[in-house]
C-alpha cells in the first residue's frame, strides 16, 4: 500500500479493504468493469479522490478511488480480456494458427473450466464475427480432442476442461467410458471411441473394454434391449479393428438378441440410432437364416424413417429383389404400405422398382397413406412435402395411366382433404398441363364431356389406328424404357441430359398411348354402305359452284381419320364438314377457307364408293 493510499485511509476516504483493492490497481494494469468493458489504469489522483482508466470504447474515464477498487477486477497478463485488450491482433492471428491455444487461454481465464456458450462470449464479437465464428469452431473442436491437455465434453451442456497434466486422446476415451454409469452415457463414450480407433496403436487397452461392454449388455438385455444391442454394436466394430482381441464364446450377440425378440422385431430396430441399425438389419440372415427376407420386408413395410431404408438396402444387396418386388406391389395395391415405405419408393422411383411407382395406383396408395396419418398424434408431413415440392414426381406417378385411370387420379386429388387448397390446385395444374383433355373435371363439366359422340371412322383408318397403337406398346415404349435404363447407368441423373431426355421422350409416348386407347374406345366403324344421297352427310361426295366466279370444287366426306387434303377427302368433324352436313341440292351455303369464306352452292350429291 502506498503512501497515498495510506493517507486516503486514514483520512477515511477509503475503507481499509478498498485501499488493499487500489493497491493492486497500479498504472498499466488491464482490469475489467461489467460496463464498461476492459480497460488499462492510466492513473490516480489523490487531491480530486479519482482513477483515470482508459477503456477501450472511452480514454481518460474517471472513477471514484472507492468506487474504482470496488468495482474493477485486476486481470493477470495471461487473461483472454488483458491480451485482447493489448493486442487483439495478435488474439485473431493465434486464432488463426492455433485454434487450441485460444482455447487454452479461455479456459485457464475461467477458472479451469468453461461452456461452450462461455467460451464464445469471450471471442464473439471481438475475436470473430458471429459466423465466422461458427464455422472456425467446428474446425477447433476437431483439434481440441487432440489435445492432451483439454477435456472434450461428450455432451453438449458439459463443459470444456483445461488439465493439469497432458492426458492422449486414448487415454481420454477409455476414461470417460470407464466413467460412465449408465447404459446412455456409455453408448455415448463408446460412439467417440470408435469414431477414433485407428489412434489406438493395439487393441490390448480396449480389452477391459470389451469385457465391460459384454458385462453391460448381459445385465440390460431384458430391460433395455435396445442399448444393450448398441453396445454389441461397437463391440464388434472393436473387434474387427482389432481382431486378436477375444470374447467369450458363450456371450451375447446380436443375431441371438434379435431372435429371442422377434415379436417386436420392428419396434426394437426403431429405436436403434441409424449409426447402429444397420449393423442390427444385417444380422437378420443370421438370426433367420431360413426366412430373414420375410422379416425384412415387414420391417420395410412397418418400420420408421430409419428403418424402411435400411432393410430395402440389406434385401437389396442380398439378391432378394424380385421377392421384395412382389410384396411391395402386393401391400400397394392393398393400400397397406406406410408413408416412410412410399417415400423411400418415391426417393429410389428411379432404381429397381421403377415399373412399380410408374402407375396411378401408387399415387392412390399415397393418397390413401396420406388420409391415414392425419389422425395420428404426431403426424409426418414428409411424404405430403414431397409430392408438392418434386414437381416431376406426380407425372412419373401417372406415367403409364390410361384415360380412365388418369380421370380418376383427378377425381381423388379433388376430393382428398389432406392438401390445403393452394398445394392441391398446384397438383392438379401439374396434371392438366400434360394432360389438358382433363381440364373438364377442373371447371365441372366432365358430364358433359363425356357425352360426346362416338367417333365414326372408315375400317381402314381403324386398323391403321390399331397397328399405330400395337407399335407403340410392343416396340417404342419398351425401347424407351431400355433408353431410360442406359442413361441412368451413365450416373448424376440431376446432371444427365441422356436422362432426362430419355424420361421426357417417356412422357409422349405414354400421352400418345393414352390418347390412342381412348379414340379406338370411342371409334366405330362403318363402310359407309347405307348413305343415301339426297342430302351431304358422312360418306358423300360433294360437287360445289362458288356463286362469285362459277368455279367447282369437289369434296369427298369421310370419317374421322381418313383426312387427305391431295385427295379433297376431308373428315366430318373438319369445320367445311361442319358446314355442309344436312344441305341439299340446290341450297347455298357459307364455308371457310384457308383466309376468309366465301359462298357455294351444293351442285351434286352422290354416295361414296370405294
Known amino acids: 500500500m502506498t503512501d497515498d493510499i495510506k493517507k486516503a485511509v486514514a483520512a477515511g476516504k477509503l475503507t481499509s479493504k478498498a485501499g488493499d483493492a487500489l493497491a493492486k490497481l497500479e498504472p498499466g494494469t488491464i482490469v475489467q468493469h461489467k460496463s464498461w468493458g476492459y480497460g488499462s489504469i492510466a492513473s490516480h489522483d489523490f487531491l480530486l479522490s479519482q482513477t483515470i482508466i482508459d477503456f477501450k470504447s472511452k480514454k481518460g474515464h474517471p472513477m471514484q478511488l472507492q468506487y474504482a477498487a470496488e468495482s474493477l477486477i485486476v486481470l493477470d497478463a495471461d487473461h483472454i480480456g488483458a491480451k485482447k485488450f493489448s493486442n487483439l491482433e495478435g488474439v485473431k492471428k493465434l486464432a488463426q494458427s492455433d485454434p487450441a491455444a485460444v482455447v487454452r487461454i479461455v479456459l485457464s481465464s475461467l477458472g479451469g473450466r468453461a461452456s461452450q456458450e462461455q467460451i464464445t462470449q469471450q471471442l464473439v464479437p471481438d475475436v470473430f464475427a458471429e459466423p465466422a465464428f461458427k464455422k472456425w469452431w467446428e474446425n477447433a473442436k476437431k483439434t ?16 470444456f476442461v483445461l488439465r493439469a497434466e497432458a492426458l492422449s486422446q486414448t487415454d481420454e476415451l477409455l476414461t470417460a467410458f470407464q466413467s460412465a454409469r449408465t447404459l446412455k452415457d456409455q453408448i455415448l463414450a463408446l460412439d467417440n471411441l470408435t469414431k477414433t480407433l485407428a489412434t489406438f496403436r493395439d487393441g490390448s487397452a480396449l480389452q477391459s473394454v470389451i469385457a465391460a461392454i459384454e458385462d453391460a449388455a448381459r445385465k440390460g438385455v431384458k430391460l433395455q434391449t435396445s442399448p444393450a444391442i448398441s453396445l454389441l454394436v461397437a463391440r464388434d466394430e472393436i473387434v474387427a479393428k482389432f481382431p486378436t482381441l477375444g470374447h467369450a464364446t458363450d456371450t451375447l450377440n446380436i443375431a441371438n438378441i434379435l431372435r429371442d425378440e422377434e415379436k417386436q422385431l420392428t419396434t426394437l430396430l426403431g429405436e436403434l440410432s441409424v449409426s447402429k441399425l444397420k449393423k442390427a438389419i444385417f444380422s437378420l440372415p443370421e438370426a433367420f ?16 424413417s430409419k428403418v424402411v431404408p435400411e432393410a430395402a438396402r440389406l434385401l437389396i444387396e442380398k439378391g432378394r429383389t424380385e421377392e421384395f418386388g412382389v410384396a411391395l406391389d402386393k401391400a400397394i395395391r392393398d393400400h397397406s404400405v406406410s408413408s416412410e415405405a412410399l417415400q423411400w419408393l418415391c426417393d429410389e422411383r428411379n432404381g429397381p422398382f421403377a415399373e412399380i411407382i410408374q402407375h396411378p395406383r401408387v399415387l392412390s396408395a399415397i393418397l390413401s397413406a396420406m388420409e391415414r396419418d392425419q389422425f395420428k398424434e404426431k403426424r409426418d408431413r414428409k ?43 398446384s397438383l392438379l395444374g401439374r396434371v392438366v398441363r400434360t394432360y389438358p383433355e382433363l381440364e373438364a373435371i377442373l371447371s365441372g363439366k366432365e358430364e358433359e364431356a363425356s357425352k360426346r359422340d362416338e367417333l365414326i371412322v372408315s375400317w381402314e383408318s381403324l386398323e391403321r389406328r390399331k397397328l399405330e397403337c400395337d407399335d407403340l406398346v410392343s416396340k417404342k415404349i419398351p425401347q424407351n424404357r431400355q433408353d431410360i435404363q442406359i442413361a441412368r447407368s451413365y450416373g448424376d441423373l440431376r446432371e444427365n441430359f441422356e436422362y432426362k431426355s430419355a424420361k421426357e421422350q417417356q412422357r409422349v409416348l405414354n400421352r400418345q398411348k393414352a390418347e390412342l386407347e381412348r379414340d379406338l374406345g370411342r371409334a366405330r366403324g362403318t363402310d359407309f354402305a347405307d348413305v343415301k344421297g339426297d342430302a351431304i352427310a358422312i360418306g358423300t361426295v360433294v360437287t360445289l359452284r362458288r356463286t362469285k366466279d362459277g368455279s367447282a370444287e369437289g369434296y369427298t366426306i369421310l370419317g374421322a ?3 387427305d387434303p391431295e385427295k379433297h377427302i376431308i373428315s366430318y368433324l373438319s369445320q367445311m364438314a361442319q358446314a355442309l352436313i344436312g344441305r341439299k341440292v340446290g341450297d347455298r351455303v357459307i364455308v371457310p377457307t384457308e383466309t376468309a369464306e366465301h359462298e357455294v352452292e351444293v351442285v351434286s350429291i352422290a354416295p361414296w364408293r370405294k
Not at 411424404?383 to 416431376?392: F, I, M, S, T, Y
Open 561 to 563: 381419320w381418313d383426312t
Open 144 to 159: 481440441l480432442k487432440a489435445d492432451p491437455l483439454v477435456g472434450v465434453p461428450q455432451k453438449k451442456n458439459e463443459h
Open 289 to 304: 437364416p431360413e426366412n430373414w427376407a420375410p422379416k425384412a420386408i415387414v420391417a420395410f413395410m412397418r418400420g420408421n
Open 383 to 425: 411424404l405430403q412435402d414431397q409430392l408438392v415440392n418434386d414437381k416431376e414426381l406426380i407425372l412419373d406417378l401417372i406415367a403409364v395411366a390410361d384415360d380412365e385411370e388418369l380421370r380418376e387420379v383427378m377425381r381423388k386429388l379433388l376430393l382428398t382433404p389432406v392438401f390445403e387448397e393452394l398445394n392441391k390446385r
